[in-house]
T-cell receptor
């Protein structure tokens, strides 16, 4: 099964500033990677996913992530955040060998005016 | 299409009592998951169903937790008796049959507080 590590538990950021959330995964032959967002008192919503192909993946709400196989990373970025981006963000990895989706511990993003 | 439905949204019980959560997945989704999300942690898989069969329940505390998915559609997760450490959000998710990419669709969760 995949092991996913999110390197930052909390990220405070000012409105309109850029943000980067870091995620590393354990190496595997077949891996699919995801970023989910969880707004307060809501379920998880898919932001973006990497299945294959281009290593730069664009998602909803202006987010993008880059798959880096040599560094086993899948960092999430947004060039300019809004107050509404305040949420918890989860990186997840799916191992198609055992059909398991494993989540990181999450990164709480707090956007201040 | 309608999303994953869960109920109740919130439940408060005392330790040693029992509780049940219900989930209705997206229509046509063959795979259903129950995750436990403790405050400050990522979701942890409790059990995974493919249609009405169990694929993985290795992390389900079987002495107190049980789950079923009758007729391959709705599912119920039960805890009996509850412990303080069971306080968490229980997330239900589903995924399409035959799409082996791990993309899951989540419900809003059922928040359990055990006093």
């Amino acid at each position: 099964a995949q092991s996913v590590t999110q390197l930052d538990s909390q990220v405070p950021v000012f409105e309109e500033a850029p943000v980067e959330l870091r995620c590393n995964y354990s190496s595997s032959v077949s891996v699919y990677l995801f970023w989910y967002v969880q707004y307060p008192n809501q379920g998880l919503q898919l932001l973006l996913k990497y299945l294959s192909g281009s290593t730069l993946v664009k998602g909803i709400n202006g987010f993008e992530a880059e798959f880096n196989k040599s560094q086993t990373s899948f960092h999430l970025r947004k060039p300019s955040v809004h107050i509404s981006d305040t949420a918890e963000y989860f990186c997840a990895g799916y191992d198609s060998n055992d059909y398991k989706l494993s989540f990181g511990a999450g990164t709480t993003v707090t956007v201040r005016a | 299409e309608a999303g994953v439905a869960q109920s109740p949204r919130y439940k408060i019980i005392e330790k040693r009592q029992s509780v049940a959560f219900w989930c209705n997945p997206i229509s046509g989704h063959a795979t259903l998951y129950w995750y436990q999300q403790i405050l400050g942690q990522g979701p942890k898989l409790l059990i995974q169903f493919q249609n009405n069969g169990v694929v993985d329940d290795s992390q389900l505390p079987k002495d107190r937790f049980s789950a079923e998915r009758l007729k391959g559609v709705d599912s119920t997760l039960k805890i009996q008796p509850a412990k303080l450490e069971d306080s968490a959000v229980y997330l239900c998710a589903s995924s399409r049959q035959g799409v082996d990419t791990g993309e899951l669709f989540f419900g809003e969760g059922s928040r359990l507080t055990v006093l």
